[in-house]
């Protein structure tokens, strides 16, 4: 429907989106790896045993030893770092690359990473409930996009963001209009196309979890719906200050009075 390319949006609080950067960086390497490096065996070997697969989730099969490669709970996370193919990893990264950084941003390096993770988590998990049974290893970083993309639409939905329409009509929009719509594809696709190719019960798993944990796990005072943080009268007329002094012979120095001519002393 769309592609994202950039927003007006700068960072506030942090310098630099490292975790969003490192993200990044693990699952290109890791596709290079298993879509450059490796053979198609070794590739379907670390699917197998890295990938998310409901029916081991949830008992109703087993993976032979040789492909146990980490303790079977840990592949609600691991899957999110692999990709079938290079278009698969590009359009999850780019989405990550646009909206990550300001995620980051508003909830801090370290609550970032939870928060990626843990919409991980709900994507497989909401995949796994929608086919306990299915063998077929699910991989790919959309359940966690699908989380920051939503927590994005939460805190900037007002942003203009410049979209690639139908791939070639490049536009600037306010977040809210392609997020929503994006949303909603979801949705609708979770409906009509429930065992097709792609896996849109880890994306509407990645959405619920993004909508709730962005309400929680933002920093203080990080507003959101692009609202203004407005400060309170009574903070805002506070004086910031000392008052201005003035020294008297023989007197300590003491707050300046109207009937006061002596220069002040800073």
Known sequence: MFIPLHDANTLKHI????????????????????????????SQATFLGLGYIPAVAFDHAVLPPQLELVPEPLTY??????????????????????????????????RFLIFYLLCAVAGALCHGLAGTSSQAPLIGASGAISGVVTAYLVLHPRVRVWVLVFMRIPLPLPAFVPLLL???QQFTMLVLEPDGGV???????????????????RRSGVPLFDREVVTPRAVRDRPTGN????????????????????????
Do not use: C
């Open 77 to 110: 996370i691991t899957y999110a770092f692999f990709h079938a193919g290079f278009w698969h990893l590009a359009s999850n990264m780019l989405f990550l690359w646009v909206f990550g950084d300001n995620v980051e941003d508003a909830m801090g390096h370290v």
């Open 199 to 217: 896996s849109w019960g880890a994306h509407v798993g990645g959405i619920l979890a993004g909508g709730v944990l962005i309400l929680v796990m």
């Open 15 to 42: 310098k630099l989106q490292w975790v969003t950067l490192g993200l990044i960086a693990v699952n290109v390497a890791a596709w290079l790896f298993t879509g450059v490096i490796a053979s198609e065996q070794v």
């Open 243 to 266: 008052p201005i002094m003035v020294a008297v012979a023989g007197q300590p120095p003491r707050p300046r009075l109207p009937w006061d001519k002596r220069q002040p002393l800073n």
């Open 182 to 184: 994006w949303i909603g």
